[in-house]
């Protein structure tokens, strides 16, 4: 039974940083992709980060760019999401899934295992 579980959420002050955790069980990380999505209040679930399988060419949504860093510790089964320079728009619950092989990385529809998510509330 595969398991994703999210960490690291909290409330941080504009031009804070924070770091997300997600432990895969049921699942090696290693062996496939996986990404991060954010839904805010009234908004469509949107990519945030994608990682291919084996962890090289990252990708990022425009508005995340320089910021987030997305990566994987193989030997843990944790994805990470780095973020820094958070601003009031990047406030949503953010969630880790595992994408379909050969699909595109930022479309919800791609991914088959979800994580409950972790909130992340950015002040002005």
């Known amino acids: 039974q595969v398991q994703l579980v999210e960490s690291g959420g909290g409330s941080v002050q504009a031009g804070g940083s924070l770091r997300l955790s997600c432990v895969a069980s049921g699942y090696t990380i290693s062996s496939g992709a996986m990404g991060w999505f954010r839904q805010a209040p009234g908004k469509e679930r949107e990519g945030v980060a994608g990682i291919p399988t084996g962890g090289g060419g990252t990708l990022y949504a425009d508005s995340v760019k320089g910021r987030f860093t997305i990566s994987q510790d193989n030997t843990k089964n944790t994805l990470y999401l780095q973020m820094n320079s958070l601003k009031p728009d990047d406030t949503g619950m953010y969630y880790c899934?595992?994408?379909?092989?050969?699909?595109?990385?930022?479309?919800?529809?791609?991914?088959?295992?979800w994580g409950q998510g972790t909130q992340v509330t950015v002040s002005s």
């Open positions: 899934a595992i994408r379909n092989r050969y699909t595109t990385w930022d479309q919800a529809r791609n991914y088959n295992y």
